[in-house]
């Protein structure tokens, strides 16, 4: 299965800035996803991110605030834009395992950035 | 894609067996049962998956009921390791807008005793 390098792994931001988090994969893949845990959450899907075209945004989350860029299939970033407090989160990007969609692929997971916003 | 409901928390001692339950009685056909696990401040890790036959692999073992309105999900023999939360996930496989998406719940937190 694919390995996941996710930078940074923590930092700590001033609200009002901006922070990109980087997802290096060690292998080409479809599709990349950005999942947000909140503390004491469970993981929500911020996005999807496919290379060569838009990503694909769920319900609640918007362009101007996580954008993401994916330039090529094995690396993605997110931006966390105009932080605040609210936006302390570990965010995890995450990538099937396997090179189809086919039953037989589950998901590999980053470790995660974790953010704290002051 | 179908919703679980997992029990909130388990516990279990070290060397017995974890026997983890995911109501999920509103599957459809096209839709695989997935395990995964988040032991703490660490990415998910994918566990084991199933349409409708048990399956077992090196870390686990899922049982499917035959009207696949419920599964188990075994660990034969758990360690302190093993201490994680479990998130049971229904997923369609066919394509449309949820394609490749997992939808978490709260998952179970499976504390794991000497």
């Known amino acids: 299965s694919a390995v996941i390098s996710q930078k940074p792994s923590r930092d700590i931001c001033q609200r009002g800035t901006s922070l990109t988090i980087q997802c290096q994969v060690d292998s080409q893949v479809t599709m990349m996803f950005w999942y947000r845990q909140q503390p004491g959450q469970s993981l929500t899907l911020i996005a999807t991110a496919n290379q060569g075209s838009e990503a694909t945004y769920e319900s609640g989350f918007v362009i101007d605030k996580f954008p993401i860029s994916r330039p090529n299939l094995t690396f993605s970033t997110l931006t966390v834009s105009n932080m605040s407090p609210e936006d302390s989160s570990i965010y995890l990007c995450?990538?099937?395992?396997?090179?189809?969609?086919?039953?037989?692929?589950?998901?590999?997971f980053g470790s995660g950035t974790r953010l704290t916003v002051v | 894609d179908a919703k679980t409901t997992q029990p909130t928390s388990m516990d279990c001692a070290e060397g017995r067996a974890a026997n983890l339950p995911c109501n999920h009685s509103?599957?459809?056909?096209?839709?695989?049962v997935y395990w995964y696990r988040q032991i703490h401040s660490q990415g998910p890790q994918y566990i084991i998956h199933?349409?409708?036959n048990n399956e077992t692999n090196e870390m686990a073992s899922l049982i499917i009921t035959e009207d696949r309105k419920s599964s188990t999900l075994i660990l034969p023999h758990a360690t302190l390791r093993d201490t994680a939360v479990y998130y049971c996930?229904?997923?369609?496989?066919?394509?449309?807008?949820?394609?490749?998406?997992?939808?978490f719940g709260q998952g179970t937190i499976l504390t794991v005793h000497p």
């Open positions: 509103t599957i459809s056909g096209n839709e695989y």
């Open positions: 996930i229904v997923r369609s496989n066919a394509g449309g807008t949820s394609y490749g998406k997992l939808t």
């Open positions: 995450s990538v099937s395992r396997g090179t189809g969609w086919g039953p037989n692929y589950g998901y590999t």
């Open positions: 199933g349409l409708k």
